[in-house]
C-alpha cells in the first residue's frame, strides 16, 4: 500500500501522534447560578507532541459529539453566556483529545473516553 498522506506516522518518521488525553475533572457553577457553566481540566501532555486540545461534547455516551472547543492549554470553560445550550439538569458528555501542528495541518490523536457531566 502506497503511504502518500504527510501526516501519516506510519509513512513519515518525522511525525509524532499526540499522546492520549487523562486525568479528566470538572467543577461546575452552582445551583441556580446565572450565567451557568462547566470548567473542565486534564492533565496537560508534553509540549514536544501537543500544541492544543479539541473539546467535544455529545449528549449521551455514545452520542455523536460536535466539537465545541479548541483551546492551547489544559482546560477549558463552557459557559451558558456563550453558548446557550450548556443548561442545568441535562446530562453531557465530553470527550478531549490532543493536536499537533505540521506545515499540512492539525494531527489529532485518539479522543477520551467520555466524561459525564451534569450542571446541579
Not at 479528566?24 to 496537560?44: D, E, G, R
Not at 483551546?71 to 493536536?99: C, G, L, W
Request: proline share 8%.
Amino acid at each position: 500500500m502506497k503511504r502518500s498522506n504527510p501526516l501519516d506516522p506510519n509513512g513519515n518518521g518525522d511525525i509524532t501522534v499526540p499522546e492520549p488525553v487523562t486525568g479528566i475533572s470538572h467543577t461546575t457553577s452552582s445551583q441556580h447560578q446565572n450565567p451557568c457553566w462547566v470548567n473542565i481540566k486534564w492533565v496537560a501532555n508534553s509540549a514536544s507532541n501537543t500544541d492544543g486540545y479539541f473539546i467535544y461534547r455529545g449528549m449521551g455516551y455514545y452520542s455523536s459529539y460536535a466539537l465545541v472547543g479548541d483551546v492551547k492549554t489544559n482546560e477549558f470553560m463552557h459557559s451558558s453566556a456563550d453558548d446557550p445550550s450548556v443548561q442545568p439538569k441535562i446530562d453531557f458528555y465530553y470527550r478531549i483529545s490532543a493536536y499537533k501542528i505540521y506545515p499540512e495541518g492539525k494531527l489529532e490523536g485518539r479522543r477520551s473516553e467520555p466524561y459525564w457531566v451534569r450542571i446541579p
